[in-house]
Nanobody, 126 residues
Framework: QVQLVESGGGLVQPGDSLKLSCAASGVTLDYYVIGWFRQVPGKEREGVSCISVSDNMTYYTDSVKGRFTISRDNAKNTVNLYMNSLKPDDTAVYYC???????????????????WGRGTQVTVAS
């Protein structure tokens, strides 16, 4: 059974940092494009970042470029999202997901992702 589990969310102040982790069981993450998405109530799920399979190319949505970094830890079968200089607009539930595609020159629509975690809440407030 495939399971993705996000962790690392919490309540932080503007300017703080968080590390989100996506740990997998039943699947080897380095065979999949991994995406991070976020969603706030009443809005559509937004693609934040993704990392490709073989060359670990990455993509970031404009609002997080220069602040977020996605990376793989294949030894731990985990993908991490390092979030720096957090802003109140970053407040959302963050989800990781796995896609059978090979690359991520852009973040593919969330409907193309096969496996999903249940999400972790990130709240940025002073």
């Amino acid at each position: 059974q495939v399971q993705l589990v996000e962790s690392g969310g919490g309540l932080v102040q503007p300017g703080d940092s968080l590390k989100l982790s996506c740990a997998a069981s039943g699947v080897t993450l380095d065979y999949y494009v991994i995406g991070w998405f976020r969603q706030v109530p009443g809005k559509e799920r937004e693609g934040v970042s993704c990392i490709s399979v073989s060359d670990n190319m990455t993509y970031y949505t404009d609002s997080v470029k220069g602040r977020f970094t996605i990376s793989r830890d294949n030894a731990k079968n985990t993908v991490n999202l390092y979030m720096n200089s957090l802003k109140p607009d970053d407040t959302a539930v963050y989800y990781c997901a796995a896609n059978f595609a090979a690359g991520c020159p852009i973040i593919l629509p969330y409907t193309t992702y096969t496996y999903w975690g249940r999400g972790t809440q990130v709240t940025v407030a002073s």
